[in-house]
């Protein structure tokens, strides 16, 4: 039997497939009072919800969430979308020869692509000190590796392997714009300062099947870790000026523009103040890219509201040019 992917599947489809588990959650039927398991799977396409109904109880302490299950069932509508009726569900085997990394999506421009524009960038860095910091950072293998796969966000924007890399590399082109129409900011600083500023969000999320934050990163958050990774390599670098550390360091905590947003600090140089704008274009644009490549289908106008916008999306008439 041919796998579909989740995007894939309609109601009536027969499936033997592999998911990772996302959620699970242990419920009573309200008419009978008896006992069911809800899931949520996912895979490099997207999500769908599950149901079973024979042994639930059993099936509960064995699978938990983040395991890879092998699940065969029907498709069926349920609350007005697809939905999986289970039959049968189990968790990977060795023999299954199944890799966790398939399960996450990917980004679709060439990572070594990017990662080269991205030198490319520092190498246009003029003051030597910045770009002394700048290459220690990513030309360090260890980083390169993790960088290069990573993802910029759980849900909003840039979801995927390889997503950190596309944003960061968004925002320093941005940024660079950006320096020529206001010359009166630092090149290097701003640069720097977008290169750095998401840093932390190697460790902030992690990607075990499907993409989640690390104990870390929900208890120190990428802002604050990213300036620590910063002040380390600066450590590295002798008669590194102590001003131009403090500047780079208020870009990287002020980039969300406001406290309740997670930056200790408000932008309060011009740089750390196109940086926040440039983020925040950057991460706004590719969700609303997302939501339009998500939903948008032949004679639809809009799409579903999504509760981390908080708004519809137009996505424009059938026929519209």
Same mark, same amino acid.
């Given at each position: 039997?041919?796998?579909?992917?989740?995007?894939?599947?309609?109601?009536?489809?027969?499936?033997?497939?592999?998911? =990772?588990?996302?959620?699970?959650?242990?419920?009573?039927?309200?008419?009978?009072?008896?006992?069911?398991?809800?899931?949520?799977?996912?895979?490099?396409?997207?999500?769908?919800?599950?149901?079973?109904?024979?042994?639930?109880?059993?099936?509960?302490?064995?699978?938990?969430?983040?395991?890879?299950?092998? =699940?065969?069932?029907?498709?069926? &509508?349920?609350?007005?979308?697809? $939905?999986?009726?289970?039959?049968?569900?189990?968790?990977?085997?060795?023999?299954?020869? +199944?890799?966790?990394?398939?399960?996450?999506?990917? !980004?679709?421009?060439?990572?070594?692509?990017?990662?080269?524009?991205?030198?490319?960038?520092?190498?246009?860095?003029?003051? &030597?000190?910045?770009?002394?910091?700048?290459?220690?950072?990513?030309?360090?293998?260890?980083?390169?590796?993790?960088?290069?796969?990573?993802?910029?966000?759980?849900?909003?924007?840039?979801?995927?392997?390889?997503?950190?890399?596309? $944003?960061?590399?968004?925002?320093?082109?941005?940024?660079?714009?950006?320096?020529?129409?206001?010359?009166?900011?630092?090149?290097?600083?701003?640069?720097?300062?977008?290169?750095?500023?998401?840093?932390?969000?190697?460790?902030? /999320?992690?990607? !075990?099947?499907?993409?989640?934050?690390?104990?870390?990163?929900?208890?120190?958050? $990428?802002?604050?870790?990213?300036?620590?990774?910063? &002040?380390?390599?600066?450590?590295?670098?002798?008669?590194?000026?102590?001003?131009?550390?403090?500047?780079?360091?208020?870009?990287?905590?002020?980039?969300?523009?406001?406290?309740?947003?997670?930056?200790?600090?408000?932008?309060? &140089? /011009?740089?750390?103040?196109?940086?926040?704008?440039?983020?925040?274009?950057?991460?706004?644009?590719?969700?609303?890219?997302?939501?339009?490549?998500?939903?948008?289908?032949?004679?639809?106008?809009?799409?579903?509201?999504?509760? +981390?916008?908080?708004?519809?999306?137009?996505?424009?008439?059938?026929?519209?040019?």
């Amino acid at each position: 039997m041919e796998q579909k992917q989740i995007s894939e599947l309609q109601p009536g489809d027969i499936l033997l497939s592999f998911f =990772v588990v996302r959620k699970k959650e242990f419920k009573i039927q309200q008419k009978n009072r008896e006992p069911y398991l809800t899931f949520e799977f996912g895979d490099s396409s997207g999500r769908i919800r599950g149901s079973v109904w024979d042994d639930p109880m059993e099936i509960n302490e064995a699978i938990q969430i983040g395991d890879i299950v092998k =699940v065969k069932g029907r498709v069926i &509508t349920y609350h007005d979308g697809p $939905h999986i009726s289970i039959e049968k569900i189990r968790k990977v085997l060795p023999e299954d020869q +199944v890799e966790p990394m398939q399960f996450l999506p990917k !980004a679709e421009k060439n990572i070594d692509e990017m990662y080269e524009a991205l030198l490319k960038i520092i190498v246009s860095i003029g003051n &030597t000190q910045i770009q002394a910091l700048l290459n220690r950072i990513f030309t360090d293998e260890k980083i390169k590796d993790q960088f290069t796969k990573a993802p910029a966000a759980k849900l909003m924007h840039h979801n995927y392997l390889g997503g950190l890399l596309e $944003h960061t590399l968004s925002i320093a082109r941005l940024c660079d714009v950006l320096h020529q129409h206001y010359p009166m900011s630092n090149r290097d600083i701003l640069l720097a300062g977008a290169l750095l500023h998401d840093l932390g969000k190697m460790t902030e /999320l992690k990607t !075990a099947g499907f993409i989640d934050y690390s104990t870390r990163g929900r208890l120190i958050g $990428h802002i604050t870790i990213s300036a620590q990774m910063v &002040t380390d390599a600066l450590r590295e670098i002798e008669g590194f000026p102590e001003n131009l550390k403090d500047q780079i360091l208020h870009c990287i905590l002020s980039h969300h523009g406001q406290k309740e947003y997670g930056s200790p600090v408000l932008p309060m &140089t /011009l740089e750390a103040l196109l940086l926040n704008y440039a983020d925040e274009i950057d991460a706004r644009v590719a969700a609303f890219l997302r939501i339009m490549k998500k939903d948008k289908e032949p004679g639809r106008e809009w799409s579903n509201f999504d509760n +981390v916008l908080d708004r519809f999306i137009y996505l424009g008439e059938e026929d519209e040019k």
